[in-house]
């Protein structure tokens, strides 16, 4: 048998990047998948290329459709998996009092709303799965809120596991991940930024979305991992 025969997973955030290879390991590994995004095109030729058993379109910062979804989504679910949202770059004297609350709340605010209905539906022991990141823990010129952001990440996480439990909650700290989302923010400068993490990294070359992926399943499957932090960046944090 398979790692996660028998189970269904739910990317929230699973078109592209690492949801989307998330769930195509997870189906490798004998799961059912559920996708969900924002755009119907693209989640239309992911869902064909995984054979989901279904996706749906809405904006995982939307309260309100993130209840309609878990409330309709048929039966019980295993796994949930949330790479929607993403940090909030800038100088702290430019931000207005809204711009920081946004970026201090919004990814914890989706994550506790994901949670909140997706758990009632959860099997015990399955795990909800949260994103957060390895770069923003030094501070540093032009990064902003974002250390503050990723300082808050990680005891929200062991609180909600505590708060959940049976149902384990579990975060996932990356680093620079080859992804159309980071190809997308850095434009003509990401061969420069390969090249770069290639040379210094300890691992000497760099993450991708199936070595995140990997660190997912694995955590899915892990049933005494709970309310933790998990590195995933090649030893970037350490050598720059």
């Known amino acids: 048998m398979t790692k996660l025969d028998g189970q269904t997973v739910v990317l929230v955030g699973g078109s592209a990047g690492i949801g989307f290879e998330t769930a195509r390991l997870a189906r490798a590994e ?12 693209k989640l239309a030729r992911a869902a064909e290329t995984v054979d989901a058993r279904s996706t749906a ?38 931000m207005s009092a809204e711009d920081v609350r946004t970026a201090l709340s919004d990814h914890i605010v989706v994550s506790l709303e994901i949670a909140r209905h997706a758990a009632p539906k959860m099997r015990p022991g399955g795990a909800i799965l949260l994103m957060g990141g390895t770069g923003g823990r030094r501070i540093g010129h032009g990064l902003g809120i974002v250390s503050a952001a990723t300082a808050a990440l990680p005891p929200f996480t062991a609180a909600l596991a505590l708060e959940l439990a049976p ?49 997912a399943v694995h955590l899915m499957t892990n049933t005494a991992l709970t309310g933790a932090t998990y590195d995933i960046d090649g030893g970037q944090q350490f050598v720059f």
Do not use: C, M, Q, W
């Not at 059912?32 to 755009?39: P, Y």
């Not at 904006?59 to 993403?86: E, K, M, R």
């Not at 420069?192 to 070359?205: H, Q, S």
């Open 30 to 41: 004998g799961a059912e998948v559920v996708l969900t995004g924002r755009d119907p095109d």
């Open 57 to 94: 379109a809405f904006d995982a910062s939307d309260a309100s459709a993130v209840a309609s979804f878990f409330a309709d989504l048929p039966g019980t679910i295993d796994h949930v998996l949330v790479t929607a949202g993403g940090p909030h770059y800038g100088p702290l004297l430019e």
């Open 167 to 215: 149902v384990r909650v579990n975060l996932i700290a990356a680093g620079f991940v080859d992804t159309p989302l980071s190809a997308a923010l850095l434009g003509d400068k990401l061969e420069d930024r390969r090249a770069e993490l290639r040379e210094k990294l300890p691992i000497g070359r760099v993450v991708g979305p199936a070595d995140v992926a990997a660190l």
